[in-house]
């Protein structure tokens, strides 16, 4: 398989520079080269299924909801399958009827319960009367998820239980990109045949920003918040971390779109003076913080290298754009500090304005993994 092949349907809509594109030669080579085989039947009764939440999308004008919980009704993830007799895991029979996603979808029972459920419309299916797969003991089984399925048409066809390959862009979407990846021999280890468990990471960076006043005793409102100079949109690859150990550490790799410096970013604008928000002397949250939703946006991470080359470098020039009431048409503008966001962490900038300058400190916190119960039933 060519670079060209692997990389086409990943890079459509996002311009990427030819020398990160040349790092990921020997990736897309390991990752992508599989063929589609048949295994033996399966040997015991016991069935697959998943876990994982999916909520509405939220307004990018008001702060974005950072999931914690999986496990919500009506919630659907994309999970890929392989499995083989190798005792390296390297086996490529596909889990399900094909070597694509299969949708698993978080839903009712019937009788007041609710688990992860998914159609099976294999070529056995209906001779077999099961609309599951079923686990073969001595196989070695690894499953590759992302959520949520709702972001399918933008991942490569060339994904599979090997590396997953997709495009996120913040301007369309806004939806808390998660990954897992898990793997299974039921006849070794001691979970058996029970539930797959599914550790979802998260696959973004998470942005707060909250702006306070250096004399509090002045009364002051935002009216209006953007950002400039960050990637709007990137190209994630996931796969193993190291190409002998598919048992191993995970890698959670992206490369950012180009950078496009006049276009606003994350753009609160109300309009309404009644929904400025005031700056409260422990400063104000400019992205909606109430319910389910806690003063996030999301960014694309920077983090990205390969031998020992960074593929963000130099880091972009990203500001922070606002106005007050008091200062009507007057835009303050804050530089960020040059920081490579990572996947998985939030960073929470506090903006100071004073007389003449505005100031910027950032905290960087863990987020937290997100688990979810997944029900392989094979």
């Known amino acids: 398989m060519t670079l060209q092949l692997a990389i086409n349907d990943m890079a459509y809509r996002v311009s990427f520079h030819q020398i990160l594109l040349m790092a990921l030669v020997p990736v897309l080579l390991l990752s992508c080269s599989h063929s589609s085989v048949e295994g033996p039947e399966a040997d015991t009764d016991a069935v697959i299924g998943f876990s994982t939440v999916s909520q509405e999308l939220d307004s990018r004008s008001t702060g974005s909801t950072l999931i914690s919980n999986l496990n919500v009704q009506g919630s659907e993830i994309a999970v890929y399958g ?14 399900f009827e094909t070597e694509g996603a299969k949708r698993v979808c978080y839903k009712s029972d019937g ?29 070695r089984y690894r ?6 399925y709702s972001l399918m048409s933008e991942v490569n066809n060339t994904s599979s239980a090997k590396v997953l390959q997709m495009r ?3 301007m ?23 539930p797959v468990k599914l550790e979802f990471k998260h696959a973004l960076s998470a942005l707060k920003f909250i702006i306070k006043k250096e004399n509090t005793n002045e009364t002051e ?25 598919l048992k191993g550490d995970q890698t959670i790799m992206w490369i950012p779109g180009e950078v496009d410096e006049d276009t606003f970013v994350h753009h609160w604008n109300p309009g309404n003076e009644t929904k400025y928000k005031e700056i409260v002397a422990g400063g104000v949250s400019v992205y909606d913080d109430k319910g389910d939703k806690d003063g996030f946006v999301f960014a694309i991470p920077m983090n990205g290298e390969y031998e020992g080359k960074k593929w963000v470098d130099p880091l972009p020039s990203i500001y922070a754009h606002f106005k007050t009431d008091k200062g009507g048409s007057v835009l303050h503008t804050a530089k960020l500090p040059d920081i490579p966001w990572e996947p998985g962490k939030k960073y929470i900038y506090t903006i ?3 007389h003449a300058t505005v100031s910027v400190e950032v905290k960087i916190k863990p987020w937290t993994e997100v688990e979810a119960s997944a029900e392989i039933k094979l």
């Open 82 to 95: 392989f499995h083989g007799s190798e005792l390296d895991y390297s086996g490529e029979i596909p889990v």
């Open 111 to 139: 009788q007041g319960q609710s688990n992860w459920d998914y159609d099976y419309i294999g070529s056995d299916a209906a001779s077999s009367g099961v609309d599951k797969v079923k686990w073969i003991r001595s196989d």
């Open 143 to 148: 499953f590759r998820a992302f959520y949520p």
């Open 168 to 170: 996120y862009s913040l």
């Open 172 to 194: 369309e979407h806004d939806s808390d990109l998660m990954v897992a990846y898990a793997t299974r021999c039921p006849a070794e280890d001691s979970e058996g045949v029970a």
């Open 221 to 245: 409102k935002v009216k209006e918040f953007y950002l400039t100079g960050l990637h709007q949109a990137g190209g994630l690859y996931y796969f193993a971390s190291g190409a002998s150990n």
């Open 352 to 354: 100071t304005v004073k």
